[in-house]
Protein backbone atom coordinates (compact mmCIF):
# COMPACT_ATOMS: atom_id res chain seq x y z
CA UNK A 1 0.00 0.00 0.00
CA UNK A 2 1.19 3.57 -0.81
CA UNK A 3 2.42 5.82 2.09
CA UNK A 4 0.35 8.67 3.61
CA UNK A 5 2.28 11.23 2.03
CA UNK A 6 2.06 9.60 -1.55
CA UNK A 7 -1.75 9.66 -1.45
CA UNK A 8 -1.86 13.19 0.16
CA UNK A 9 0.79 13.93 -3.15
CA UNK A 10 -1.48 12.39 -5.42
CA UNK A 11 -4.61 14.22 -4.38
CA UNK A 12 -2.82 17.26 -4.51
CA UNK A 13 -1.60 16.79 -7.99
CA UNK A 14 -5.36 15.33 -9.06
CA UNK A 15 -6.99 18.65 -7.30
CA UNK A 16 -4.69 21.01 -9.36
CA UNK A 17 -5.37 19.57 -12.69
CA UNK A 18 -9.08 19.74 -12.09
CA UNK A 19 -9.30 23.20 -11.69
CA UNK A 20 -6.91 23.41 -14.82
CA UNK A 21 -9.88 21.12 -16.69
CA UNK A 22 -12.51 23.10 -14.97
CA UNK A 23 -10.99 26.66 -15.85
CA UNK A 24 -10.51 25.33 -19.38
CA UNK A 25 -14.56 24.15 -20.00
CA UNK A 26 -15.29 27.51 -18.90
CA UNK A 27 -13.26 29.44 -21.53
CA UNK A 28 -14.24 26.71 -24.27
CA UNK A 29 -17.96 27.40 -23.18
CA UNK A 30 -17.71 31.08 -23.65
CA UNK A 31 -15.66 30.66 -26.99
CA UNK A 32 -18.24 28.39 -27.75
CA UNK A 33 -20.91 30.62 -27.64
CA UNK A 34 -19.02 33.60 -29.65
CA UNK A 35 -18.72 30.96 -32.08
CA UNK A 36 -22.00 29.64 -32.51
CA UNK A 37 -23.68 33.06 -33.01
CA UNK A 38 -20.98 33.31 -35.77
CA UNK A 39 -22.26 30.09 -37.33
CA UNK A 40 -26.03 31.04 -37.22
CA UNK A 41 -25.03 34.61 -38.67
CA UNK A 42 -23.37 33.36 -41.82
CA UNK A 43 -25.66 30.39 -42.62
CA UNK A 44 -29.10 32.03 -43.94
CA UNK A 45 -26.50 34.49 -46.32
CA UNK A 46 -24.84 31.27 -47.56
CA UNK A 47 -28.08 29.22 -48.37
CA UNK A 48 -29.28 32.35 -49.82
CA UNK A 49 -26.07 32.60 -52.41
CA UNK A 50 -26.33 29.31 -52.46
CA UNK A 51 -29.65 29.80 -54.43
CA UNK A 52 -29.21 32.50 -56.02
CA UNK A 53 -26.16 30.91 -58.19
CA UNK A 54 -28.29 27.80 -58.49
CA UNK A 55 -31.22 30.28 -59.89
CA UNK A 56 -28.37 31.77 -62.56
CA UNK A 57 -27.43 28.50 -63.24
CA UNK A 58 -30.40 27.05 -64.22
CA UNK A 59 -30.89 29.85 -66.61
CA UNK A 60 -27.86 30.33 -67.85
CA UNK A 61 -28.12 25.90 -68.96
CA UNK A 62 -31.90 26.52 -70.56
CA UNK A 63 -30.05 29.75 -72.60
CA UNK A 64 -27.68 26.98 -73.93
CA UNK A 65 -24.48 29.51 -72.58
CA UNK A 66 -21.07 27.39 -72.02
CA UNK A 67 -20.53 26.46 -68.13
CA UNK A 68 -18.17 29.00 -65.77
CA UNK A 69 -14.79 27.29 -66.09
CA UNK A 70 -14.82 26.78 -62.30
CA UNK A 71 -18.38 25.01 -63.11
CA UNK A 72 -16.79 22.45 -65.24
CA UNK A 73 -16.02 18.89 -64.55
CA UNK A 74 -13.32 17.18 -66.09
CA UNK A 75 -14.11 14.19 -67.69
CA UNK A 76 -11.37 11.95 -66.31
CA UNK A 77 -10.23 13.82 -63.08
CA UNK A 78 -6.54 12.88 -62.32
CA UNK A 79 -5.17 15.04 -59.74
CA UNK A 80 -7.33 15.55 -56.27
CA UNK A 81 -7.38 17.75 -53.61
CA UNK A 82 -8.29 17.72 -49.77
CA UNK A 83 -8.80 20.73 -47.94
CA UNK A 84 -8.24 19.04 -44.31
CA UNK A 85 -10.00 21.20 -41.15
CA UNK A 86 -8.37 20.18 -38.04
CA UNK A 87 -7.34 22.35 -34.20
CA UNK A 88 -4.24 24.01 -33.79
CA UNK A 89 -4.45 22.49 -30.53
CA UNK A 90 -5.27 19.42 -28.36
CA UNK A 91 -7.42 18.57 -25.59
CA UNK A 92 -10.72 18.04 -27.51
CA UNK A 93 -11.34 15.14 -27.26
CA UNK A 94 -11.61 13.09 -30.89
CA UNK A 95 -12.43 16.31 -32.38
CA UNK A 96 -8.93 15.67 -34.57
CA UNK A 97 -8.15 12.05 -34.45
CA UNK A 98 -12.47 11.11 -35.84
CA UNK A 99 -11.66 13.80 -38.88
CA UNK A 100 -7.96 12.19 -39.68
CA UNK A 101 -9.30 8.96 -39.45
CA UNK A 102 -12.00 9.85 -42.51
CA UNK A 103 -8.89 11.22 -44.19
CA UNK A 104 -7.19 7.96 -44.05
CA UNK A 105 -10.32 6.27 -45.34
CA UNK A 106 -10.43 8.13 -47.84
CA UNK A 107 -7.03 7.59 -49.11
CA UNK A 108 -7.52 3.82 -48.35
CA UNK A 109 -10.55 4.03 -50.50
CA UNK A 110 -10.08 6.00 -53.50
CA UNK A 111 -6.42 6.06 -53.70
CA UNK A 112 -6.56 3.76 -56.70
CA UNK A 113 -8.74 5.57 -58.41
CA UNK A 114 -6.65 8.64 -59.21
CA UNK A 115 -3.46 9.91 -60.37
CA UNK A 116 -2.42 11.59 -57.45
CA UNK A 117 -4.57 12.48 -54.29
CA UNK A 118 -2.85 16.20 -52.02
CA UNK A 119 -3.63 17.63 -49.28
CA UNK A 120 -3.89 21.66 -47.70
CA UNK A 121 -3.86 21.37 -44.52
CA UNK A 122 -5.86 24.17 -42.10
CA UNK A 123 -4.56 23.47 -38.43
CA UNK A 124 -1.09 21.87 -37.09
CA UNK A 125 -2.88 18.94 -36.21
CA UNK A 126 -3.75 18.21 -40.03
CA UNK A 127 -0.38 19.33 -40.80
CA UNK A 128 1.47 17.12 -38.48
CA UNK A 129 -0.54 14.19 -39.35
CA UNK A 130 0.66 14.32 -43.11
CA UNK A 131 3.80 15.13 -41.98
CA UNK A 132 4.36 11.43 -39.58
CA UNK A 133 2.38 9.61 -42.73
CA UNK A 134 4.77 11.26 -45.56
CA UNK A 135 1.05 12.08 -47.15
CA UNK A 136 1.78 14.59 -50.01
CA UNK A 137 0.60 18.35 -48.58
CA UNK A 138 0.72 20.98 -51.13
CA UNK A 139 0.06 23.98 -49.09
CA UNK A 140 -0.31 23.88 -44.91
CA UNK A 141 -2.07 26.96 -43.21
CA UNK A 142 -1.60 27.50 -40.04
CA UNK A 143 -2.55 29.99 -37.42
CA UNK A 144 -6.36 30.40 -38.60
CA UNK A 145 -7.89 30.31 -35.77
CA UNK A 146 -8.47 31.93 -32.55
CA UNK A 147 -8.14 35.14 -35.55
CA UNK A 148 -11.10 34.20 -38.08
CA UNK A 149 -11.52 36.67 -40.74
CA UNK A 150 -13.04 36.10 -44.23
CA UNK A 151 -9.83 37.26 -45.85
CA UNK A 152 -8.84 33.86 -44.72
CA UNK A 153 -11.12 31.94 -46.27
CA UNK A 154 -10.85 34.37 -49.53
CA UNK A 155 -7.28 33.62 -49.60
CA UNK A 156 -7.61 29.68 -49.81
CA UNK A 157 -10.30 30.34 -51.91
CA UNK A 158 -8.55 32.30 -54.61
CA UNK A 159 -5.38 29.50 -53.88
CA UNK A 160 -7.51 26.68 -54.91
CA UNK A 161 -9.17 28.88 -58.11
CA UNK A 162 -5.87 29.33 -59.50
CA UNK A 163 -4.87 25.21 -59.46
CA UNK A 164 -7.94 24.69 -60.86
CA UNK A 165 -8.21 27.34 -63.48
CA UNK A 166 -4.38 25.74 -64.56
CA UNK A 167 -5.42 22.33 -64.67
CA UNK A 168 -2.83 21.83 -61.59
CA UNK A 169 -6.02 20.27 -60.35
CA UNK A 170 -9.29 18.71 -61.41
CA UNK A 171 -11.23 18.25 -57.72
CA UNK A 172 -10.85 19.66 -54.98
CA UNK A 173 -12.67 18.54 -51.78
CA UNK A 174 -13.32 20.02 -48.25
CA UNK A 175 -13.11 17.84 -45.00
CA UNK A 176 -14.10 19.36 -41.95
CA UNK A 177 -16.43 19.29 -38.63
CA UNK A 178 -19.95 20.35 -39.29
CA UNK A 179 -21.46 21.88 -35.92
CA UNK A 180 -24.81 20.36 -34.75
CA UNK A 181 -23.87 21.02 -31.01
CA UNK A 182 -22.04 21.11 -28.20
CA UNK A 183 -21.72 17.35 -27.76
CA UNK A 184 -22.29 16.74 -31.44
CA UNK A 185 -20.30 17.39 -34.77
CA UNK A 186 -20.71 15.92 -37.84
CA UNK A 187 -17.65 14.54 -40.20
CA UNK A 188 -18.39 16.57 -43.12
CA UNK A 189 -17.04 15.79 -46.57
CA UNK A 190 -18.17 18.23 -49.63
CA UNK A 191 -16.92 18.91 -53.09
CA UNK A 192 -15.32 22.79 -53.38
CA UNK A 193 -14.56 22.08 -57.12
CA UNK A 194 -15.89 22.05 -59.22
CA UNK A 195 -18.76 24.12 -58.29
CA UNK A 196 -22.01 21.83 -58.28
CA UNK A 197 -24.63 24.61 -58.01
CA UNK A 198 -28.19 23.52 -56.31
CA UNK A 199 -31.19 22.79 -58.73
CA UNK A 200 -33.14 25.94 -58.65
CA UNK A 201 -36.71 25.63 -57.94
CA UNK A 202 -37.99 26.77 -60.86
CA UNK A 203 -37.43 26.15 -64.80
CA UNK A 204 -36.70 29.66 -66.33
CA UNK A 205 -40.10 30.75 -67.39
CA UNK A 206 -42.33 28.63 -65.04
CA UNK A 207 -44.53 29.62 -62.72
CA UNK A 208 -47.27 29.20 -60.27
CA UNK A 209 -49.45 26.72 -61.59
CA UNK A 210 -48.37 26.47 -65.36
CA UNK A 211 -48.76 30.43 -65.99
CA UNK A 212 -45.63 31.69 -67.94
CA UNK A 213 -43.71 34.50 -65.36
CA UNK A 214 -42.18 37.23 -67.23
CA UNK A 215 -38.44 37.47 -68.09
CA UNK A 216 -36.01 38.63 -65.01
CA UNK A 217 -33.58 41.01 -66.46
CA UNK A 218 -30.03 41.54 -65.28
CA UNK A 219 -27.69 44.32 -64.29
CA UNK A 220 -24.81 43.27 -64.85
CA UNK A 221 -25.79 40.18 -67.52
CA UNK A 222 -25.72 36.48 -66.06
CA UNK A 223 -22.66 35.79 -66.92
CA UNK A 224 -20.82 38.48 -65.66
CA UNK A 225 -23.34 37.61 -62.04
CA UNK A 226 -21.67 33.92 -62.16
CA UNK A 227 -18.52 34.91 -62.84
CA UNK A 228 -18.45 37.35 -59.35
CA UNK A 229 -20.30 35.21 -57.64
CA UNK A 230 -18.91 31.88 -58.23
CA UNK A 231 -15.40 32.93 -56.94
CA UNK A 232 -17.64 34.71 -54.07
CA UNK A 233 -19.50 31.28 -53.23
CA UNK A 234 -16.22 29.18 -53.10
CA UNK A 235 -15.10 31.05 -50.53
CA UNK A 236 -18.02 31.60 -48.71
CA UNK A 237 -18.05 27.67 -48.19
CA UNK A 238 -14.88 27.77 -46.91
CA UNK A 239 -15.23 30.45 -44.63
CA UNK A 240 -18.61 28.60 -43.59
CA UNK A 241 -16.50 25.83 -42.49
CA UNK A 242 -13.91 27.60 -40.79
CA UNK A 243 -16.89 29.04 -38.74
CA UNK A 244 -18.34 25.23 -38.50
CA UNK A 245 -14.36 23.92 -37.52
CA UNK A 246 -13.78 26.51 -35.19
CA UNK A 247 -17.48 26.27 -32.83
CA UNK A 248 -16.91 22.48 -33.00
CA UNK A 249 -13.91 22.38 -31.68
CA UNK A 250 -14.66 24.39 -28.83
CA UNK A 251 -18.01 22.56 -28.60
CA UNK A 252 -15.82 19.14 -28.46
CA UNK A 253 -12.90 20.83 -25.78
CA UNK A 254 -15.90 21.99 -23.45
CA UNK A 255 -17.44 18.47 -23.44
CA UNK A 256 -13.83 16.86 -22.99
CA UNK A 257 -12.98 18.82 -20.10
CA UNK A 258 -16.23 18.69 -18.57
CA UNK A 259 -15.54 14.49 -18.54
CA UNK A 260 -12.04 15.34 -17.47
CA UNK A 261 -13.45 17.34 -14.08
CA UNK A 262 -15.92 14.52 -13.47
CA UNK A 263 -13.02 12.04 -13.79
CA UNK A 264 -10.82 13.72 -11.34
CA UNK A 265 -13.31 14.39 -9.09
CA UNK A 266 -13.81 10.62 -9.14
CA UNK A 267 -10.10 10.12 -9.08
CA UNK A 268 -10.16 11.99 -5.62
CA UNK A 269 -13.11 10.09 -3.99
CA UNK A 270 -11.16 6.89 -4.59
CA UNK A 271 -7.18 7.87 -3.29
CA UNK A 272 -9.58 9.85 -0.76
CA UNK A 273 -10.61 6.31 0.53
CA UNK A 274 -7.30 4.85 0.02
CA UNK A 275 -6.25 7.34 2.22
CA UNK A 276 -8.37 7.07 5.16
CA UNK A 277 -7.38 2.93 4.61
CA UNK A 278 -4.06 3.41 5.02
CA UNK A 279 -4.42 5.95 7.54
CA UNK A 280 -6.67 3.53 9.81
CA UNK A 281 -4.34 1.12 9.20
CA UNK A 282 -1.67 3.09 10.39
CA UNK A 283 -3.25 3.70 13.65
CA UNK A 284 -4.36 -0.07 14.02
CA UNK A 285 -0.77 -0.88 13.76
CA UNK A 286 0.49 1.94 16.56
CA UNK A 287 -2.03 0.67 18.89
CA UNK A 288 -1.32 -2.81 18.55
CA UNK A 289 2.70 -1.86 18.66
CA UNK A 290 2.08 0.06 22.01
CA UNK A 291 -0.26 -2.68 23.48
CA UNK A 292 2.40 -4.93 22.68
CA UNK A 293 4.85 -3.17 24.71
CA UNK A 294 2.61 -2.92 27.73
CA UNK A 295 1.96 -6.76 27.75
CA UNK A 296 6.07 -6.85 27.48
CA UNK A 297 6.70 -4.86 30.41
CA UNK A 298 4.48 -6.74 32.68
Same mark, same amino acid.
Given at each position: ?15 N ?5 K ?15 A?V???? !? /?? @?? &? ?8 ? +? ?6 ? *?????A ?12 T ?32 F???G ?25 ? !? /?? @?? &? ?8 ? +???K???? *????N ?12 T ?5 V ?7 E?E?E ?46 ? /? ?11 I? +? ?5 N???Q ?18
Amino acid at each position: MASLRTIRNRIKSVRNTQKITKAMKLVAAAKLRRAQDAVVRTRP !Y /AQ @AL &EELLGSLAGR +RAAAEIPP *HPLMEARENPRRIEVVLLTSDRGLCGGFNSNIIRRAQRFLVEEGDKYEAIQFSTIGRRGRDFAKRRGIETRKDYVGFFGRLR !Y /AM @AK &EVADDLIVEF +RERKLDAV *HLLYNQFKSAMSQAITFTQLLPIVAPPSAKREGEGEGGFITPEHLYEPSRPQLLETLIPRQLAMSIWRALLESEASEHGARMT /AMDSATKNANDMIG +RLSLEYNRARQASITKELMEIVSGAEALK
